[in-house]
Every structure is written in structure tokens, then in C-alpha cells.
């Protein structure tokens, strides 16, 4: 049977019913998955052109914004285990990115800071990571990309327990 254009009230209620169909919803979190790491593939590429491995990306940038960050703080930041940001820091160290050093006030404490070859890659970094998000928006108007990160940074936010503020919608 054909809908009449009056029935508009009835199309709005079953959207709101096809939006909290779980069958769809196991569609989520595979596709979501799976996009993130093409993602996360393309801009690993565009990072190795830099002579930097994925995740030191994280590294220099943080540094760049707060230098002299302990290997602790930065592995709580980048949410990695310490043993993991330690490696990571040895790595890089080795490569000439960045470099560890005594604390002025408290000997014992290491602080961590980027190298004149780590702060040249921050502009590479930058550079990768736009190239590689405007190959994955690709074809996507500018309310669709905004529409997009309105909805992940709401998916975070749930994922995480973050209640929503009123205005954000």
C-alpha cells in the first residue's frame, strides 16, 4: 500500500525505531574498527615518508605542545602503558626526535623533549595527517565531515561515560 504525504508522522517513528534496531547496531562497532585502522594504515604511510613508525606521531606532537612532559605523563596522556612509552621514547631517542633529561629541581626526575630533528617533524606530522583525513573525505560535502565528528566525538563521549552537555547539540 502506497503512504500518502500526510503520513510523514508515521516516517519520523519508524526512523526513531530503525535507529535502536540492535540487529543494525552489530554493524557498529566492525565497520567503525575497521575504518579506524584504514585510517590509522594511511597515515602510518604517510608518517614512514618522515622516518617516523606509528605512534611516535603522538609523541612529538604532545612534546610540541608541552615540552619537558615525564615518560609517565606522556604515557598517560597518549592513554599507553609506561613500559610501552618507554620503548617508544628509547626508539626515538635513538632516531634523533627527541631527547631525555634531568630535572632542574628534582635530579631524579627525566623529562623528555624534542630534538631540533623532532621539531622539524612536526610540520611533516601535520602535513600526513591532513593528507591522509582529506583521502578519508574524500567525496564528503563540509556538513556531512561536520555531521561526521559531531558524531564521533558523541561516540567517545559515551564510550567514556562523559554525560552530554545541553548546548552541544
Given at each position: 500500500?502506497?503512504?500518502?504525504?500526510?503520513?510523514?508522522?508515521?516516517?519520523?517513528?519508524?526512523?526513531?525505531?530503525?535507529?535502536?534496531?540492535?540487529?543494525?547496531l552489530g554493524d557498529l562497532a566492525p565497520v567503525l574498527t575497521q575504518a579506524a585502522r584504514s585510517l590509522r594504515t594511511a597515515l602510518s604511510h604517510q608518517l614512514a615518508d618522515a622516518g617516523l613508525y606509528a605512534g611516535q606521531d603522538g609523541v612529538i606532537l604532545l612534546l610540541?605542545?608541552?615540552?619537558?612532559?615525564?615518560?609517565?605523563?606522556?604515557?598517560?596522556?597518549?592513554?599507553?602503558?609506561?613500559?610501552?612509552?618507554?620503548?617508544?621514547?628509547?626508539?626515538?631517542?635513538?632516531?634523533?626526535?627527541?631527547?631525555?633529561?634531568?630535572?632542574?629541581?628534582?635530579?631524579?626526575?627525566?623529562?623528555?623533549?624534542?630534538?631540533?630533528?623532532?621539531?622539524?617533524?612536526?610540520?611533516?606530522?601535520?602535513?600526513?595527517?591532513?593528507?591522509s583525513g582529506a583521502a578519508a573525505i574524500r567525496g564528503f560535502s563540509d556538513k556531512e565531515v561536520r555531521t561526521l565528528v559531531k558524531l564521533l566525538k558523541a561516540l567517545d563521549r559515551n564510550l567514556n561515560g562523559v554525560p552530554v552537555e545541553e548546548d552541544e547539540d
Open positions: 500500500m502506497a503512504k500518502k504525504k500526510g503520513d510523514k508522522k508515521d516516517e519520523k517513528k519508524e526512523k526513531g525505531t530503525r535507529k535502536k534496531d540492535l540487529s543494525s610540541s605542545d608541552e615540552p619537558g612532559l615525564t615518560p609517565g605523563q606522556l604515557a598517560q596522556r597518549l592513554a599507553v602503558k609506561a613500559p610501552t612509552m618507554t620503548r617508544t621514547i628509547g626508539r626515538m631517542e635513538a632516531q634523533g626526535f627527541v631527547e631525555r633529561k634531568a630535572d632542574g629541581a628534582d635530579g631524579r626526575l627525566i623529562k623528555v623533549f624534542l630534538t631540533e630533528t623532532g621539531q622539524k617533524s612536526v610540520q611533516a606530522i601535520q602535513s600526513a595527517i591532513a593528507e
